[in-house]
């Protein structure tokens, strides 16, 4: 049943560095893996090992997940400035591919000053995928200035 006059919450999504998450949630994130790992058997003794309370795990559990294991079977678009030299956008690509990741959308400005920005909308394939890891390759890359994930769905 809808209510008259009452708007439906609306979900806002956000992709940070994980020097900016609060340490709660990141406690949260450790709770949640040693539950899943069968290394402890209640939310009380998760919430003990990783010094949090209870009723903070129960806050926030639904509402933070390592990236990696969120993006699978998504599709991420991400941007990136770099060096305009041959092959970099290839290695680029041959990196996306090896991530098991599927490109939907690719455009590639014109190179100002020996810099091109390239954006990408790429498919991570379930299971397979590792886009966390990707993304880290990507960035370290040499002739990388820049990349920035831009959304996710």
């Given at each position: 049943?809808?209510?008259?006059?009452?708007?439906?919450?609306?979900?806002?999504?956000?992709?940070?560095?994980?020097?900016?998450?609060?340490?709660?949630?990141?406690?949260?994130?450790?709770?949640?893996?040693?539950?899943?790992?069968?290394?402890?058997?209640?939310?009380?003794?998760?919430?003990?090992?990783?010094?949090?309370?209870?009723?903070?795990?129960?806050?926030?559990?639904?509402?933070?997940?390592?990236?990696?294991e969120q993006a699978r079977g998504?599709?991420?678009?991400?941007?990136?400035?770099?060096?305009?030299?041959?092959?970099?956008?290839?290695?680029?690509?041959?990196?996306?591919?090896?991530?098991?990741?599927?490109?939907?959308?690719?455009?590639?400005?014109?190179?100002?000053?020996?810099?091109?920005?390239?954006?990408?909308?790429?498919?991570?394939?379930?299971?397979?995928?590792?886009?966390?890891?990707?993304?880290?390759?990507?960035?370290?890359?040499?002739?990388?200035?820049?990349?920035?994930?831009?959304?996710?769905?």
């Amino acid at each position: 049943m809808i209510e008259m006059g009452k708007e439906s919450e609306k979900k806002k999504y956000f992709v940070v560095r994980e020097r900016a998450v609060p340490e709660v949630l990141l406690k949260v994130v450790e709770a949640k893996k040693l539950l899943d790992s069968g290394r402890v058997q209640t939310v009380q003794d998760a919430a003990e090992q990783t010094g949090i309370s209870r009723s903070s795990f129960y806050k926030y559990k639904d509402d933070i997940f390592p990236f990696h294991e969120q993006a699978r079977g998504k599709t991420i678009t991400f941007i990136i400035q770099m060096d305009d030299e041959p092959g970099l956008l290839s290695g680029i690509l041959q990196t996306i591919a090896r991530f098991h990741g599927n490109i939907l959308t690719i455009h590639q400005s014109i190179p100002i000053n020996g810099v091109a920005t390239l954006t990408l909308s790429v498919d991570i394939l379930p299971g397979d995928g590792d886009a966390e890891a990707m993304v880290e390759y990507i960035e370290r890359s040499e002739g990388i200035h820049y990349l920035k994930i831009l959304g996710r769905e």
